[in-house]
């Protein structure tokens, strides 16, 4: 009878896939893959090869991660890319779902005052000058945005700032910052206004309208599952 392979390793053009058996031990686990990655390194090339670890359902500790990574890093040319999981915590999860989660404001934002929320935001109401509103996710104002807002705060560039009156003193997505437009709006001819980064990885402010063009997955805030 033909023993089942624990480990399975696969070339790509970028390096190597190491697929581990979510069914077997975490022992004998390891034990196959130094086997294997010592028999696959004599014929590896002189070149560092880039190693992509799968493990399947098999939630791994942050110990056993880096255990896994010491033991591909001491075989010739190996550099661990990344280990990926199906398998989360409770508190990954909750994370995640925070980060994905719509967060419902109703107040004035006043000078000196900071809100921040990990997901999108969707505030009924204005940000004074001064004020200060900050968003892991995107940024809807029902308002007049006078002070300072900031989007995808953690890195997220594809986030937008949508503003009944966009007359900011400072716009901030991802890394980019965009001070007060030029242009002085006049309060009483409102028109929603959305900002982005564009191709040139500038903060651009357009017309509402071209937000489902530049932004298509936007659309999911109307849907449910």
């Known amino acids: 009878m033909k023993k089942n392979q624990n480990v399975t390793i696969k070339g790509t053009k970028d390096g190597l896939t190491l697929h ?83 967060v419902s404001v109703a107040k004035v934002i006043r000078s000196g005052q900071v809100l921040e929320v990990a997901g999108d935001l969707l505030l009924i109401g204005d940000v004074n000058p001064g004020g200060t509103v900050m968003a892991g996710g995107n940024i809807f104002i029902m308002g007049a ?22 007359k900011p003193s400072q716009l901030r997505i991802s890394n980019c910052i965009n001070r007060a437009p030029d242009k002085d709006q006049d309060d009483e001819k409102r028109e929603m206004e959305c900002a982005y980064i564009d191709e040139n990885d500038q903060i651009t402010v357009d017309r509402l309208q071209v937000l489902m063009h530049l932004r298509p997955n936007i659309t999911r805030l109307q849907g449910g599952s």
Do not use: F, P, W
């Open 145 to 166: 945005l006078k002070g300072i807002a900031h989007a995808g705060c953690h890195g997220n560039k594809e986030a937008v700032i949508v503003a009944s009156l966009m």
């Open 20 to 102: 581990l058996d979510d069914s077997c031990s975490y022992g004998e686990l390891k034990k196959e893959l130094d086997r294997k990655l010592s028999e696959n390194s004599r014929s590896v090339e002189d070149r560092l090869l880039s190693v992509r670890v799968q493990v399947g359902n098999r939630y791994l500790t942050e110990e056993q991660q880096e255990e896994l990574k010491e033991l591909i890093r001491q075989k010739k040319n190996l550099i661990v890319e990344s280990i990926s999981s199906n398998v989360i915590t409770k508190e990954e999860a909750e994370k995640q779902k925070e980060e994905n989660e719509i």
